[in-house]
């Protein structure tokens, strides 16, 4: 699978998506979004994810039909969360380890209890998976 390259912003459209874990329109997630992009107009998230399709990294699910007769396009990411911080690993020679230490020293720095406990569910189905396979020791 070719993961693209992905700006900062392209990433945190990403994230939201990978979050929401349905396909959205733009308008969705204009009405969904939170945080300091709230603040992003319309235009800006079209031109967004109409470079992250150009990229391969959205893909339209399906279309919805609105009561004023208009349609508009639900979009999907054509590759997981998981997959894609495990190709930013191979391009960047990071160690796994490496980048859940300091995830988890800056949830810790921000009192981000919600966030650890997810990590550190994360991190236990990663175990329990690795312990299934047939080539764990």
Same mark, same amino acid.
């Given at each position: 699978m070719n993961i693209p !390259?992905?700006?900062n912003t %392209? %990433? @945190?459209?990403?994230k939201f998506l990978w979050k929401q874990d349905k396909p959205l329109s733009v308008q969705e997630m204009l009405d969904l979004w939170e945080g300091e992009e709230k603040t992003? &107009? *319309?235009?800006?998230?079209r031109a967004i994810v109409r470079t992250l399709v150009k990229k391969g !990294?959205? %893909?339209v699910s399906d279309i919805k039909l609105r009561s004023n007769s208009r349609a +508009? #396009? #639900?979009? &999907?990411?054509?590759? +997981? @969360? @998981? *997959?894609? /911080?495990s190709q930013l690993v191979k391009r960047g020679g990071l160690r796994v380890s490496e980048m859940v230490e300091a995830e988890a020293v800056a949830m810790t720095q921000k009192g981000d209890r919600e966030g650890m406990s997810a990590l550190i569910r994360d991190l236990k189905e990663i175990i329990? %998976? /690795?312990d299934t396979r047939d080539d764990a020791e």
């Open positions: !390259a992905l700006t %392209e %990433e @945190k459209v990403m992003w &107009q *319309d235009n800006y998230m !990294a959205l %893909e +508009s #396009r #639900r979009l &999907q990411p054509t590759f +997981s @969360k @998981k *997959d894609y /911080y329990e %998976e /690795y």
